[in-house]
């Protein structure tokens, strides 16, 4: 069953030091997103992806994030500076169509900000 | 103002009680709703889709009411594999909008 992939699983960092999460969405979808969870909250949503550019971000998508699709597969998150409150589970998910198809996640990338 | 609400809980429920969950939502142009459940540190997994006429899988009844701008789940026969978070979910062209998510336990 075609899965969204993200590495790493977890990394921990330093203040201020820079992140890039990874991951790869399923290979039919065309539209990829971010979310965010800090342990015990809700699901956050951070920003959208489709044609290669951000369709959507949230207030938590500051300057201090970015997004790419580096080439046909991956498509990653970088977190210029990080802050200790950057610290949470970041989901990595995809969708086939628009309007109705569903969303699957990845399994997540735990970052641990010191 | 939120997009989706839902009841975080917890519900504890001894096994083998049926248990409803139910989620409103403020958009009326949402196109789309699902359940998703979310096991401790794990990612949102889809449970199923939710449509109009209602739609079952297994001990799972979904429902949706475009009147009343609500979705619920209806889950029989609980068993102790079903404790975890569920969340309601809508779509509103490509946006997800996901409720806070309503805690159940199966005590047994």
């Known amino acids: 069953e075609p899965e969204v992939t993200q590495t790493p699983s977890h990394q921990v960092t330093q203040m201020g030091q820079e992140v890039i999460l990874r991951c790869v969405p399923i290979?039919?979808?065309?539209?990829f997103y971010w979310y965010r969870q800090i342990l015990g909250q809700k699901v956050e949503f951070l920003v959208s992806?489709?044609?290669?550019?951000?369709?959507?971000k949230s207030e938590i998508f500051d300057d201090q994030f970015s997004v790419e699709r580096p080439d046909g597969s991956n498509f990653t998150l970088k977190i210029r500076s990080t802050k200790l409150e950057d610290s949470a589970m970041y989901f990595c998910a995809s969708s086939e169509f628009s309007g109705t198809g569903e969303l699957f996640f990845g399994e997540g990338s735990r970052l641990t900000v010191l | 103002r939120k997009e989706v609400e839902q009841d975080p809980g917890p519900f504890n429920v001894p096994e083998g009680a049926t248990v409803a969950f139910n989620c409103t939502y403020s958009n009326s142009a949402s196109q789309s709703f699902f359940w998703y459940r979310q096991d401790c540190r794990k990612e949102p997994k889809l449970l199923m889709s939710?449509?109009?006429s209602g739609n079952e899988d297994g001990r799972f009844t979904a429902q949706l009411n475009r009147a009343s701008q609500y979705i619920s789940l209806l889950i029989r026969d609980s068993k102790l594999s079903d404790s975890a978070t569920y969340l309601c979910?809508?779509?509103?062209?490509?946006?997800?909008?996901f409720g806070t998510g309503t805690s159940l336990t199966v005590i047994p």
């Open positions: 939710v449509y109009s």
């Open positions: 290979s039919n979808h065309l539209y």
């Open positions: 979910a809508g779509r509103t062209g490509n946006q997800f909008y």
């Open positions: 992806f489709y044609n290669n550019e951000i369709s959507e």
